[in-house]
T-cell receptor
Framework: GAVVSQHPSRVICKSGTSVKIECRSL??????MFWYRQFPKQSLMLMAT?????????EQGVEKDKFLINHASLTLSTLTVTSAHPEDSSFYIC????????????FGQGTRLTVV | GENVEQHPSTLSVQEGDSAVIKCTYS??????FPWYKQELGKRPQLIID?????GEKKDQRIAVTLNKTAKHFSLHITETQPEDSAVYFC?????????????FGQGTTLQVKP
């Protein structure tokens, strides 16, 4: 299957600092990628849709100035958590779909962010 | 927007028994419904999906049924094994164009007792 890779897999940062998470489609081009957040023992919550060459679309309640998304190429989307706080500690996962409508989405391995 | 409800939140079965997880969705235009298995700290893994032009799909011990009129779909696992123990999520792709965007149910923790 298609491969989506995230980096880093784990990161610990201090409160007030920013953290960048990368999501790459390794063997296909993705004009659209998606970012999800998952708190412990909870479901995946869609945060935003990352669009190559244009602004991301954020879900209701997600602060676009706090979660900066950049999709500068067809194989890379980045999520930057700015001014991180302990409540931002979570599992962040990206996904991308390789083909057309009706094809499956592939997920990155996720990034465990801990803000101390 | 799309809303997906999943039940039960936990399910415990004896090895060899069947397990059924049910989901409902709200967007009548949705036409793609995947099911994922997630182990602790890992990415979700697609186990089966169904599109709205079929009512049932089967892959060995796993089957999914879809009732578009009632807007619900279910996952059936037969002859459960301890390695089936995990969290299972249903999802729906909102709208009719299936962009890859997914709205997930709350998840079901399945425990298969040996």
């Amino acid at each position: 299957g298609a491969v989506v890779s995230q980096h880093p897999s784990r990161v610990i940062c201090k409160s007030g600092t920013s953290v960048k998470i990368e999501c790459r489609s390794l063997d296909f081009q993705a004009t659209t990628m998606f970012w999800y957040r998952q708190f412990p023992k909870q479901s995946l919550m869609l945060m935003a849709t990352s669009n190559e060459g244009s602004k991301a679309t954020y879900e209701q309640g997600v602060e676009k100035d706090k979660f900066l998304i950049n999709h500068a190429s067809l194989t890379l989307s980045t999520l930057t958590v700015t001014s991180a706080h302990p409540e931002d500690s979570s599992f962040y996962i990206c996904s991308a779909r390789r083909g057309g409508a009706g094809t499956e989405a592939f997920f990155g391995q996720g990034t465990r962010l801990t803000v101390v | 927007g799309e809303n997906v409800e999943q039940h039960p939140s936990t399910l415990s079965v004896q090895e060899g028994d069947s397990a059924v997880i049910k989901c409902t969705y709200s967007d009548s235009a949705s036409n793609y419904f995947p099911w994922y298995k997630q182990e602790l700290g890992k990415r979700p893994q697609l186990i089966i999906d169904i599109r709205s032009n079929v009512g049932e799909k089967k892959d060995q011990r796993i089957a999914v049924t879809l009732n578009k009129t009632a807007k619900h779909f279910s996952l059936h696992i037969t002859e459960t094994q301890p390695e089936d123990s995990a969290v299972y999520f249903c999802a729906a792709s909102p709208g009719s164009s299936n962009t890859g965007k997914l709205i997930f149910g709350q998840g079901t923790t399945l425990q298969v007792k040996p």
